[in-house]
């Protein structure tokens, strides 16, 4: 029996602005399609979307195992809005798929005089609006703001509001 992509040589990377998810036990991450590829749900032909299951942020075709879950299905799977889980940057993708971190630049002497609780309360709107939770903001020590004269990194973590299987 053969598999849709079969012949498909390609490495195709996970979008950026999507974290990975599980989607039928598997770990899906959005990234391209082999030719006629279709949703296992919807049967529906997509040029990309999530599949799985995927060890890294990577797919290499062709891979046999590979199943493919259009983004609709998955967020009705896994009982997402239309507006959840996106607007995502992690920049430590070390982290897991659950936890991730986004880096923002401020002015220094200003948000630094604020207490931990008080830089949540400030972000939380912004990142509550698309499905997540800031769980904690830091200093970041790592970085450097090339950009930002004046301005020191923070490192915002975040993860989603709503339990997800991981």
């Known amino acids: 029996m053969t598999h849709t992509g079969d012949n498909w040589q390609r490495k195709c990377a996970r ?3 999507t974290p990975a ?15 006629g590829a279709t949703c296992e749900k919807c049967d529906r032909e ?3 979307a999530y599949a799985g299951p995927a060890s890294g942020d990577w797919i290499e075709y062709p ?3 590979m199943q493919f879950v259009c983004e609709s299905c998955a967020r009705s799977i896994l009982n ?5 889980l996106y607007g995502l940057s992690c920049q430590d993708l070390r ?5 991730h971190v986004t880096v923002k630049y401020y002015s220094s002497g200003t948000f630094e005089q604020l207490t931990n609780t008080q830089r949540i309360d400030q972000w939380s709107p912004e990142f ?10 830091e200093q970041s020590l790592s970085r450097e703001a090339p950009d930002a004269i004046g301005k020191s990194p923070w490192d915002i973590w975040i993860q989603p509001r709503k339990d997800l299987p991981w």
């Open 15 to 17: 979008r950026t602005g």
């Open 21 to 35: 998810i599980r989607v039928g036990g598997r770990r899906s991450i959005f990234s391209a399609w082999p030719p």
């Open 46 to 48: 997509f040029e990309s």
């Open 63 to 65: 891979a046999p195992e």
């Open 80 to 84: 997402l809005g239309d507006r959840e």
């Open 95 to 99: 982290r897991g798929d659950a936890l």
């Open 128 to 137: 509550t609006e698309y499905g997540w939770k800031v769980v904690k903001i």
